[in-house]
């Protein structure tokens, strides 16, 4: 182009185009501004999002933690206090059980001894002042023409006749004693101590299937409490890789 030829004036149409053009320019140019602004600004929401359900996750974590360490100490203290009351109970039994031989064996035979030995003891009493009377009767009869025989005939007899009386009632008494304690005192006592026997069995009985209820229940608790740390731990795992992923 020659530098003195003048330039053409643009006509409507050309300029109708030029300004067309450069709007649409401008218009991409905030579009593209105001896009990068969005991203930007989901970006951190998500970020912040994602950060607070990470601290959830932990804290999930945590308190599962905490419980199961609860869950396992509470597990070994149940576990103890049955097992004290198992051996307090066998120990009950022992007792109930050395209770029951020994009567048998000591105990009942020396009270059946003993009160055979009072009703030995009443029985001869009462035959010797059987004797003894039978002897002043005769005596007085023999010499009863004496004056003194005659004034202390009757204070005598009568006192011996009195202690007779006396020890046959004596006896009598010793001789229900002896049935008493044989059928009735000896074996309540006995059936007494075999009751006893029979109810420290039927608590260790028990005390032996709370203990094994205890640690069962115990174990599952424990076992609750590992699955729930296990689920939280899993979690905040899978919350870490969804971070990872890269953004569409």
Known sequence: MSPNRTPLPLTAGACAALALLLSSCLFSIEAHERDGDWRDETGRAAGGEQDHERAQKERALELARGKLEVARAAAADEVAAAEASWHRAEHELKEAETALEHYRASEAPQALAEQELELERARFARDGKAVELAQMEA???????????????????????????????????????????????????????????????????????????????????????????????HELAQLGVKGARPKP
Request: no cysteine; hydrophobic share 40%; charged share 40%.
């Open 139 to 233: 005596d007085y009869e023999r010499f009863g023409a004496e004056h003194y025989a005659r004034m202390t005939k009757e204070i005598v007899v009568t006192r011996a006749r009195k202690e007779l009386e006396f020890a046959e009632t004596r006896l009598k008494l010793a001789e229900v004693e002896r049935a008493s304690a044989a059928e009735h005192e000896i074996p309540a006592k006995e059936r007494e101590l075999e009751q006893a026997r029979v109810d420290a069995q039927v608590a260790l009985d028990r005390a032996r299937a709370a203990l094994e209820r205890t640690r069962r229940s115990g174990e599952l608790d424990v076992l609750e409490a590992e699955g729930a740390l296990l689920d939280a731990e």
